[in-house]
Structures are given as C-alpha cells and as structure tokens.
C-alpha cells in the first residue's frame, strides 16, 4: 500500500514538473543544426552541387514588447508563448511555429517562400500525438506531413521544449528544405550545458561560416586574441562552448580585443550586442 502511494506521488510530481516547462526553453539553451542548399543545377553527365552550412541559435535574453515578453534566438528572431503555442519571427511580425493544441486529423499552415510555392502557404496534417522521454523529462510529440507539392518528402515533427527536430530545431525558413530530402538536421540541443538530443553529429571540427552580420571576426582561428571588425562604439560579447555554457563574457570598446587566454583550444559560439541589434558565429581557438 505504501509502495502504491510513494508511486502515485512520485506521478503527481512528474506531472507537476511537466506542467511547469515551457514549449521552448527561455535561457541558456542551444541548437546546433545543419542546411544544405543548392548551388548549381545538374546538367549532362555533370551532378548537382551543393553546400553544407552549420549554425547556431542561442538564447540571448529578453525584451518586452506591448506587455509581452520575447525571447531572443538570433539577429532579429524572437519566440513568444501564447495559449499553448510558440509564435516566431522578428519583434513586430510573428507566425505560429508550434501549436500543442492539435489533435490527429488537424492541419497546420507553414508559410514558406512564393517562389518555392505559388500560394507561399503549404498544409499540413497532423499525424500522430503522442509522448517521448528526451533530456529526463516526458514531452509532448507531434508529427506532420503534407501532401503538397515539395514538401512531401519531410514531415515536421515537434517536441516539446526542443522545437522542430526535422528541421534544425528552430528555423524560421522553410524555402530551403524543397531542394533535397534531408538537407536540414538539428545535429544536437544542449539545455542548461546539458545535451538533451544528439544525432552523432554533434562536434563540430571546423568553421564553416559565420552568422555575424555586420561584424567579421579574425583571425580565426585565433590564438590567444579575437578582434571584432565592424562600426561600433561600446560592443557586449558573450562566448560559449560546444556544450552551450556562458564561459566568458566582457564590454568591447572599438579596436580592442577579446582576450581568450583562459579558454581552452577548441570551438566556441560567440554573441554580440551593439545595443540595437544582436548577432552569432563562431570562431575556433588553437
């Protein structure tokens, strides 16, 4: 009897726990994921040519916008949570990325680029709900597929508190994905420096290409300086490791360096904030 109710409250504890999590983690939390696009179309007895891009989106803080809190991922990507839904895009302009709402049968609209599909809205439907155990923690599953056009080939499959893992997790770009049948992975997700998915595809052994925008860092790979070129006045930076902890952060003054001798070799993702927009990449110390 007592066994019945130690287990019966270890249940409630679990459901209550459960309860608590957010669809989408709000701080230091990573995912790192992959993309393949095209480059130049077949032709006789020539192939196809692609290219593979790693990248990053990483948890950067919060701002309040109209009495609701976003959640930043990246240059001009924020998540809001709504009624049991996830909303992505840029401050002002969002769509429903998640909704774990949906029963089997529901569809779902992914809007995608017009030049992928002419109506740039695509429908999906859901076909299963259920639940998996990711991380130590029991999240809700849901997969959808469609039948329309290019997209028949990739199913999204959502997870709670990880996003899209067919589609790197988080992406607010669906255009790219009608090229192949697997060109985008969520290669591996790291919550609080703890690594809740991994496809085996985790390490990343060199720098591919870097998000950062207006800045460029160098040299990379960069011994025991990294210099951040670019128009700014005062800069923030905050530096991670693979697994997605803060190991260093500082203010950057222009034509300063970032003193990476406490680091150890090896591949970092760095955030930088010039107090109007943010930005993400990478850079390897040897």
């Not at 019945?4 to 409250?9: G, M, P, Q, R, S």
């Not at 009624?83 to 779902?108: C, E, H, P, Q, Y």
């Not at 997870?159 to 994905?177: F, K, M, P, S």
Request: aromatic share 12%.
């Amino acid at each position: 009897m007592k066994k019945a109710i130690v287990f019966l409250l270890f249940l409630s504890y679990v459901e209550a726990l459960n309860a608590q999590q957010s669809l989408l983690p709000k701080f230091n939390a990573r995912w790192d994921y992959q993309f393949t696009y095209l480059i130049s179309p077949p032709g006789q007895g020539v192939p196809a040519v692609y290219r593979t891009i790693h990248s990053t989106y990483l948890n950067q803080g919060d701002t309040i916008v109209n009495g609701k809190v976003n959640y930043r991922l990246g240059p001009n990507l924020y998540f809001i949570e709504d009624s049991n839904r996830v909303l992505l895009g840029a401050l002002n302009s969002k769509k429903v990325f998640m909704d774990f709402n949906l029963n089997v049968n529901d569809t779902f609209k992914v809007f995608v680029n017009s030049s992928v599909c002419a109506s740039g809205v695509v429908l999906y439907r859901v076909n299963t709900v259920d639940s998996v155990l990711m991380g130590g923690r029991i999240r809700q599953r849901i997969t959808l597929t469609s039948n329309s056009g290019c997209r028949t080939s990739k199913a999204l499959r959502w997870v709670e508190g990880l996003g899209d893992i067919n589609h790197g997790g988080i992406r607010n770009d669906y255009t790219a994905d009608c090229i192949t049948t697997n060109n985008t992975q969520l290669n591996c997700f790291f919550d609080n420096g703890v690594t809740v998915y991994s496809n085996n595809n985790c390490a990343v052994t060199k720098v591919i290409d870097s998000e950062i925008d207006r800045f460029q860092l160098y040299p990379n790979p960069a011994q025991n300086e990294l210099k951040v070129k670019g128009n700014f006045a005062e800069l923030e930076y905050r530096i991670f490791s693979l697994e997605g902890k803060l190991v260093q952060t500082g203010i950057l003054l222009n034509d300063e360096q970032i003193n990476l001798e406490q680091l150890k070799n090896g591949v970092y993702s760095i955030s930088l904030n010039d107090k109007t927009k943010f930005y993400s990449g990478k850079f390897i110390k040897n």
